[in-house]
Structure formats: C-alpha cells, structure tokens
C-alpha cells in the first residue's frame, strides 16, 4: 500500500514525484512528508524545519507505520533546515536504520544535517541529486515516479 504521511505546514513545497491519486495517501506530519512507494520510502523535509528530538520521534513513528518498513530504502530529500537541536544530532548519530539510506541535499544545513546521518551506524551516503540517489539505492528502473535519467557520479560529506 502506498502511504504518504507529512509532519507541519512546509513554507515551500517541494517537487515531488506524480502519483496515481488511488495509490499514495497523504498524511500530514510535523516537519516533513512521508512516501510509501510500495518497495522504498521517500522523505522530504520542509523548507525552514529546525530538527529536534521530538520531530525525530514522529518521524520514527510514521516509518514505523508504513508495512514492511524494515526491508525498505529509505531517499530522504533535506528540504532548506535551518538546524538541528543537541537532542536531535545524538539521536540521528546514534541511529541505525536497517537498509540503505540515501540523503539529497545541496544547501549548507543540509549537509551539515547529512554528516550526522553520515557518522552513524547506518549505510547512508549524501547525493546531489535524487536521480543519483535512487540509482545507489538500486532503484533506477524507468517508472512514472521515476523518469530522470540516471547517472553513475555520487558525492559524500
């Protein structure tokens, strides 16, 4: 089942990929948008969220909520941060997430936020894009959700 769960108002919505409106369900969360798309998950964080411990708790909950969560890569798109709390880094450093993680992101904070993930135990590496991104998570298959082209150039924090 396609599920889509967002935390807060963003200031700015990001471009998402088209869905079939009978596939993707939208839930509104604090501080960022949730996808299920049946074999990964796709994150987008809000333009001007400051990540905190509690945001990392309901994000933590709505992954928990999408079925089979555990065998799924995860593409998290940073959004424009403007930070992230004390609270917030010791938990992302001390996360370990049980499949690949892929984190696309080009502003400063979003960088800074991608080397926590980086520093924990959990695969993840930093991208440029989210053409690249999908292709590491070994999802480059041409699909309605996915029509970029792919490339093979990756960067990492």
Do not use: C
Request: no cysteine; hydrophobic share 35%; net charge neutral.
């Amino acid at each position: 089942m396609n599920t889509t769960s967002t935390h807060g108002t963003p200031s700015h919505q990001p471009t998402q990929p088209t869905q079939s409106p009978r596939t993707l369900i939208d839930r509104h969360v604090r501080g960022h948008t949730l996808k299920d798309h049946n074999h990964w998950v796709e994150v987008f964080l809000h333009d001007g969220s400051d990540v905190t411990d509690t945001d990392l708790l309901a994000f933590r909950a709505d992954l928990h909520a999408v079925e089979n969560w555990e065998s799924k890569p995860v593409l998290i798109h940073m959004g424009a941060l403007v930070g992230v709390s004390i609270e917030g880094r010791k938990r992302i450093g001390r996360y370990t997430h049980p499949t690949p993680v892929a984190v696309v992101g080009e502003k400063p904070m979003d960088k800074v936020m991608a080397n926590f993930i980086l520093r924990s135990p959990t695969q993840a590496r930093h991208f440029p894009t989210r053409a690249h991104a999908l292709q590491w998570l070994g999802l480059n298959q041409p699909t309605p959700e996915n029509p970029a082209p792919l490339t093979t150039e990756t960067s990492r924090i």
